[in-house]
């Protein structure tokens, strides 16, 4: 026998072996799948599914549905979206670190982030909650409050005001002061200015706004623990037949008369001074706001928030059918 007929016997036999090997193995798998318990089938098919929604939640895209009214007509109660979660960098766990992105919120992003009000029960119920959460699409939140409504864990606004900024509030309107200008601008002539399409909607009618003074002027009254004078107290009166009251407005009239009747109260001035000097915005944070002006709580009550602490962008409505569509 030749050196090169030894050579190709080897390798036909090496080939053969693999083959033989190759085919043995599939067998016994085969055969172990015949003999599988059918539930344990399920079990592994779901935790499959199960990560690989989790993974796409936590780095990709997170279904959220919106529970209150504050950004209508942007969003309305019920609708569920997805989010984008990567564009901004990606939390590496629920609720703990974050990916870098070198993409920041803009002006005018829908956005979603933590509440700064909102108050932990922990970090494992925090997990937990976010997982079921992530797994069942939105459709069940186990962080719920006494009257079984959804706990507001996660706020979703429009990223208003960025770094630099200046705003003050004028019945309800908002007036903004940017960075390195020293004019004020309507925010409405701002959004003609630049063709933004979302709405701002308003509950209230200008003309209650001198209702809303008297009304606080007249809880002023009360925290001082004097009489209240009839006509304040009517306007008392006509405050509770309003459903969306300005708090903010109602708030600062209080406020004026408290700051003049304890000028040295430095409580009171300051929390005063929010209202007559506006809300600054610093570098690295962003002013979070409602388009439901009115009936949103955001940035007017907790502050800027860090750009950081932003975890996604609104991409577009999936639920119901007839919404379905991007968010502007």
């Not at 209650?208 to 009489?227: E, N, S, T, V």
């Not at 306007?235 to 969306?244: I, K, P, R, V």
């Not at 001035?269 to 944070?285: C, D, F, I, M, S």
């Not at 009550?301 to 999936?318: E, H, M, N, Q, T």
Request: glycine fraction near 8%; charged fraction near 25%.
């Amino acid at each position: 026998m030749t050196r090169k007929q030894d050579f190709f016997d080897r390798l036909q036999g090496i080939t053969e072996g693999a083959l033989t090997n190759r085919k043995r193995k599939r067998r016994i798998k085969k055969e172990k799948s015949k003999n599988k318990n059918i539930i344990l089938d399920w079990v592994e098919a779901f935790l499959w599914a199960a990560g690989v929604v989790l993974l796409i939640n936590q780095y990709l895209f997170q279904a959220y549905q919106i529970p209150s009214g504050s950004m209508i007509d942007t969003l309305l109660i019920g609708d569920r979206i997805f989010v984008n979660k990567i564009i901004y960098g990606p939390e590496l766990l629920p609720g703990l670190g974050k990916l870098p992105s070198p993409v920041k919120p803009k002006r005018n992003d829908v956005i979603i982030f933590e509440n700064p009000s909102y108050i932990s029960k922990g970090p494992a119920f925090d997990i937990a909650q976010r997982v079921i959460y992530m797994l069942t699409l939105s459709f069940v939140d186990i962080d719920r409050d006494e009257s079984g409504d959804p706990k507001p864990h996660f706020l979703i606004k429009r990223a208003v005001g960025m770094g630099g900024d200046l705003f003050l509030a004028k019945d309800g309107n908002m007036v903004i002061r940017f960075a390195g200008e020293n004019q004020w601008m309507d925010e409405r002539e701002f959004h003609q200015m630049n063709g933004y399409t979302h709405n701002l909607s308003r509950l209230i009618d200008e003309r209650y706004y001198p209702i809303l003074d008297y009304a606080g002027k007249a809880a002023a009254y009360r925290d001082m623990q004097l009489p209240v004078p009839a006509d304040l107290s009517n306007a008392e009166t006509q405050l509770n037949s309003l459903q969306y009251p300005d708090a903010l407005a109602f708030d600062q009239a209080r406020l004026e008369l408290l700051c003049a009747a304890y000028p040295d109260n430095n409580r009171y001035k300051n929390r005063l001074a929010h209202y007559t000097q506006g809300w600054y915005v610093p570098e690295n944070r962003i002013l979070p706001l409602g388009d439901n002006r009115d009936n949103s709580r955001d940035g007017r009550y907790f502050g800027p928030v860090r750009a950081d602490r932003i975890l996604g962008k609104g991409s577009i409505i999936y639920w119901p059918a007839q919404r379905m569509g991007r968010i502007r």
